[in-house]
């Protein structure tokens, strides 16, 4: 079993609709998590950081953090057409910070 | 400010040919890492070092070899090119280990 799971879609919706996207994980300890955006033939780019249980909003994206269920989230609010990409989350699994990556999923925001 | 390079942007290689993917950061990050990336599976990764000198494996090392003789520089080393090393090699840095990494924008690897 991975230590993080992530439903690689792809997940399509119309511009303006709300996008949510999950990670479920398998070890308590982990502390940090990360959500990276991806377009294509690019390298990821950090979205958003968070620490503790609870919502971070930066914009129109909203990360959730529920470590009693180990559960993570992003929500993107009226999604748009450059929204397209694929999304990861990351969590550093160990002392020396190495990260572990779900496998992404592929958004699709139709005009 | 450049931030992560990675060179060549692309490569084909045959079978038991041996090459160096560079990566550079211009940031002063300590901490450098390399990742394979395959359909369906994600980052793998494939070794990392916390700092010039010092260097560890990852979840996929085998074929694979690095060196960190210096602060911004960590090339990554094919030994004997195999058609399943065919991926996406992405290096990244960040200022320690456990922080949100900068990524280069990938070397696409072919291996015949």
């Known amino acids: 079993q991975k230590e993080v799971e992530q439903d690689p879609g792809p997940l399509s919706v119309p511009e303006g609709a709300i996008v949510s996207l999950n990670c479920t994980y398998s070890n308590s300890a982990f502390q940090y998590f990360m959500w990276y955006r991806q377009y294509s033939r690019k390298g990821p780019e950090l979205l958003m950081y968070?620490?503790?249980?609870g919502n971070k909003e930066d914009g129109r994206f909203t990360a959730q953090v529920d470590k009693s269920s180990k559960y993570i989230s992003l929500f993107i609010r009226d999604s748009q057409p450059s929204d397209s990409a694929t999304y990861l989350c990351a969590m550093p699994t160990d002392s020396w910070g190495k990260l572990q990556f779900g496998a992404g999923t592929q958004v699709v925001v139709t005009p | 400010n450049a931030g992560v390079t990675q060179t060549p942007k692309f490569q084909v290689l045959k079978t038991g040919q041996s090459m160096t993917l560079q990566c550079a950061q211009d940031?002063?990050?300590?901490?450098m890492s390399w990742y394979r990336q395959d359909p369906g599976m994600g980052l793998r990764l494939i070794h990392y070092?916390?700092?010039?000198?010092?260097?560890d494996q990852g979840e996929v090392p085998n074929g694979y070899n690095v060196s960190r003789s210096t602060t911004e520089d960590f090339p990554l080393r094919l030994l004997s090119a195999a058609p399943s090393q065919t991926s996406v090699y992405f290096c990244?840095?960040?200022?320690?280990?456990?922080?949100?990494?900068?990524f280069g924008d990938g070397t696409r690897l072919s291996i015949l």
């Open positions: 940031m002063n990050h300590e901490y």
């Open positions: 968070t620490y503790s249980s």
């Open positions: 990244a840095s960040s200022y320690a280990g456990g922080q949100p990494q900068h």
């Open positions: 070092s916390v700092g010039a000198g010092i260097t």
